[in-house]
């Protein structure tokens, strides 16, 4: 079955299973490179077939990418995302870190740029930080870093003087996150704002005054369940002054 033209699209429920069947060609003269598959959230590889693990629409990437687009917020780490997170504490030369997940994460002092023993971050209790993780896997503690892998920044790092935290579906991140994402496009024609955005659900916005930063907050929220369409004619109304 290719799931390609059958299956896209569809709602899918955790233990549904499909298989990929790539085309064989053989050659002589061309080397021929094997098609690889790759899982994303919410399938796991069981033999040659996909193995549902989440409810949720079925989506598609070329070449070969598959993963489950679903309405979840409980958020597992995985290593390289980048998230939100809030200080808690201090324990030595490691901060605790808050990034909505069954524990919490460290950070040591040194993962930001410029840090060193002498030179040590201003870092303080209930601060956001925008980082992503080095390390997240079920039998170790999940720890977090400031820094690429070049030792810069790049972004991350103490952020949210002012401006509004709030949480949504890990299905409206990855559509924020997207390269040409129609709810940010719309979003820049509205109000000039400040926008992060952690892959683990969180959100921080800052517009030029608390009226427009909650406005803004509310239509994101808003966005989950609307359709294109619904979306592009409350930013018309908000637009034209009738919210």
């Keep these: 079955m290719d799931v390609s033209c059958e299956r896209v699209g569809e709602v899918l429920l955790p233990g549904d299973e499909f298989s990929f069947e790539a085309e064989e060609n053989i050659s002589l003269t061309v080397p021929v490179k094997s098609e690889k ?16 693990c ?3 629409v079925l989506r598609h990437k070329e070449p070969n990418v598959f993963w489950i687009d679903s309405q979840q917020r409980r958020y597992v780490p995985a290593k390289g995302e980048s998230i ?6 201090k324990s030595g030369d490691v901060f605790k ?18 840090a060193t023993k002498r030179n040590r971050p201003n870092v303080q209790m209930g601060d956001l930080v925008f980082a992503q993780f080095l390390i997240a896997n079920k ?9 690429d892998s070049s030792g810069r920044a790049n972004g991350m790092g ?3 003087t002012g401006g509004l935290l709030f949480r949504v579906s890990l299905g409206l991140v990855r559509r924020l996150l997207a390269p040409q994402s129609n709810i940010r496009s719309d979003l820049e024609h509205l109000f000039p ?8 659900g969180r959100i921080w916005v800052k517009s030029a005054s608390v009226q427009q930063t909650l406005i803004i907050a509310n239509l994101l929220q808003s966005a989950e369940t609307m359709t294109a369409q619904q979306r592009q004619q409350l930013f018309r109304k908000v637009q034209q002054g009738a919210f």
Aim: with cysteine; aromatic share 6%.
């Design 37 to 52: 598959v790759v899982c994303g959230p919410g399938l796991r590889r069981c033999g040659d077939r996909l193995v549902v």
């Design 54 to 56: 989440k409810s949720g």
């Design 84 to 89: 939100i997170g809030i200080v808690t504490a």
């Design 97 to 114: 870190v808050d990034f909505g997940g069954s524990e919490q994460a460290s950070l040591s002092y040194l993962a930001f740029e410029g």
């Design 139 to 147: 039998d170790m503690e999940p720890e977090l870093v400031c820094i």
């Design 158 to 160: 103490v952020f949210g």
């Design 193 to 200: 704002c400040e926008l992060v955005v952690g892959m683990n």
